[in-house]
């Protein structure tokens, strides 16, 4: 009896370990292979056809935009997606945001020396590399600076020459119609008229019409109130001066960075001066010559009085623009809430002398920030400096004012060699494939997951393709999984990498 009970209690033992086992067994399956059945909304405007082509930039390892064999981006069916694993982006191409103008650079007298400077074989492929869409990076936008800058080489320049010259007579676009304008049409005919688009901007008024004659605004030397029309008058003539040789101005910007105190070229104007000459001078005079010509104001950094000068112009202006230097693009965001229907642009964003990677992500962090609040247009600064930052202007005692901003490309004079920098393959992943009039798309975003050092965002052209950037400024690879229509796209962008995504999403094709 007692080994009967023995025997029984042995059974029941086992049999009690089997299911126990059993069902732990069962339980850890379950969690390693079912996906969270959370309800996947489906997007049915937009699918993935064929297999996306990625373009990656590592700007350690010397890996610039470099296209990435087929299949390393990987397409299957929704219901295959795991989602335990890796980053999933939702993409939500019937919630737009901003529509896209495009994407640019200055050609600085700097810049135009510099090209001069090259061989006409190499200079023809500096500018197909820039502004061709099919064999270059498609930029569309130069941004011109209306008379001297801080890359010009004579600080007394400007288009009305003589001295106390009040209806204009002596007006000239002088060495500008030799060194600037060819340029000029030049990337037009390789971009096409539809998307060629110039933004004229001034520095400074001519020297004469200043309380103080110097180039800089080191003292505020501001435009003299009895020249307020005057210089109006100017800046019609130029734009018409630019449109005799088949440049259109698509917005002229009446003062670059107007509150600074700078020793470049530069004209000091407060918020209240500056928004007398748009309201009452400006905008009527433009109206009056008949031209269509926009308005943008600002045009200097976020994160300082933008908003001020908005306000007191709006309606006399059609965009703010504003340059990325201090980082901090609150105000940015705050004027989008609260102007949601004025365009807003990145008109200046210049690199600077840093390590590949810090200088790549510098700007790629600048594309991001902007776009994913709202900016319509980037546009960095001088296209080519040579090897010195320049030539730039001198000031009074010959030493350049330039504050070691660098271009896109750099031109060595002696080895007469062009390299490209890290600020032109961080803009080649947004303009080579978001075109203009692209919008932005709705998607996950990733930058709370992962500290602020992975962004995305997600675009759709008018041909119903559809580009992906995504940049992981993280210390190690990540994998994500983009959820699009039916389909999704997975790709594990390397470490310390950018990668853009670009594939067909028309559902019929």
Same mark, same amino acid.
């Given at each position: 009896m007692t080994k009967m009970k023995r025997i029984l209690c042995l059974v029941l033992c086992a049999v009690m370990v089997a299911v126990l086992f059993g069902c732990t067994s069962e339980k850890t399956a379950s969690t390693e292979t079912t996906a969270p059945t959370e309800p996947v909304a489906i997007d049915s405007t937009v699918t993935v056809n064929g297999t996306p082509a990625a373009y990656l930039t590592i700007p350690g390892d010397f890996v610039k935009f470099d296209r990435q064999e087929d299949g390393s981006a990987l397409v299957y069916d929704l219901d295959q997606l795991d989602r335990s694993t890796g980053a999933v982006i939702q993409v939500d191409a019937t919630t737009t945001h901003q529509e896209i103008l495009g994407w640019g650079a200055a050609m600085t007298e700097s810049s135009a020396i510099n090209l001069l400077d090259m061989p006409e074989e190499l200079r023809n492929q500096v500018m197909v590399s820039l502004f061709d869409e099919d064999e270059g990076i498609g930029l569309n936008i130069l941004r011109q600076p209306n008379g001297i800058s801080d890359f010009s080489t004579d600080p007394n320049f400007s288009y009305a020459p003589v001295r106390d010259d009040l209806t204009l007579e002596h007006f000239t676009l002088g060495k500008h119609e030799e060194l600037i304008i060819p340029f000029l049409q030049q990337a037009k005919e390789?971009?096409?008229?539809?998307?060629?688009?110039?933004?004229?901007?001034?520095?400074?008024?001519?020297?004469?019409?200043?309380?103080?004659e110097e180039f800089h605004s080191l003292n505020q030397s501001t435009l003299k109130r009895e020249y307020y029309q005057l210089f109006c008058d100017y800046l019609v003539k130029s734009i018409q001066a630019y449109e005799s040789h088949g440049i259109p101005i698509y917005c002229i910007t009446d003062q670059n960075e107007p509150t600074a105190t700078h020793a470049i070229a530069a004209m000091y104007m407060n918020t209240d001066d500056h928004s007398t000459l748009i309201n009452v001078?400006?905008?009527?005079? /433009?109206?009056?010559?008949? !031209? $269509?010509?926009?308005?943008?104001?600002?045009?200097?950094?976020?994160?300082?009085?933008g908003k001020s000068l908005l306000g007191k112009t709006l309606g006399s202006i059609d965009m703010i623009g504003y340059h990325t230097y201090n980082s901090d693009f609150s105000e940015m965001a705050e004027v989008r809430e609260m102007y949601p229907d004025v365009p807003l642009y990145v008109t200046e964003a210049a690199g600077r002398t840093?390590?590949?990677?810090?200088?790549?992500?510098?700007?790629?962090?600048?594309?991001?920030?902007?776009?994913?609040?709202?900016?319509?247009?980037?546009? /960095?600064?001088?296209?080519? !400096? $040579?090897?010195e930052y320049g030539p730039a202007l001198l000031d009074e005692n010959g030493e350049s004012v330039n504050v070691m901003g660098i271009g896109m490309l750099e031109w060595n004079r002696e080895e007469k060699t062009v390299a490209y920098l890290e600020d032109f393959y961080a803009l080649a992943h947004f303009s080579k494939f978001i075109r203009p009039g692209a919008v932005r798309v709705e998607s996950t975003d990733t930058r709370e997951d992962f500290k602020g050092l992975v962004a995305n965002a997600v675009y759709r052209n008018e041909n119903g393709t559809m580009t992906a950037v995504i940049c992981n400024e993280n210390t190690q690879e990540n994998t994500f999984k983009l959820v699009v229509g039916d389909k999704v796209i997975e790709y594990t962008v390397p470490a310390m990498a950018t990668v853009t995504l670009t594939w067909d999403a028309n559902l019929y094709a």
């Open positions: 390789l971009i096409g008229e539809e998307n060629f688009k110039v933004f004229l901007c001034s520095w400074t008024a001519p020297l004469w019409m200043k309380t103080i001078y400006l905008k009527p005079t /433009l109206e009056d010559a008949g !031209l $269509d010509t926009k308005v943008m104001c600002w045009d200097f950094n976020t994160g300082a009085s840093q390590s590949s990677a810090a200088r790549f992500f510098r700007q790629m962090g600048w594309l991001m920030e902007s776009q994913l609040i709202g900016s319509g247009a980037h546009i /960095l600064w001088n296209i080519c !400096l $040579d090897e």
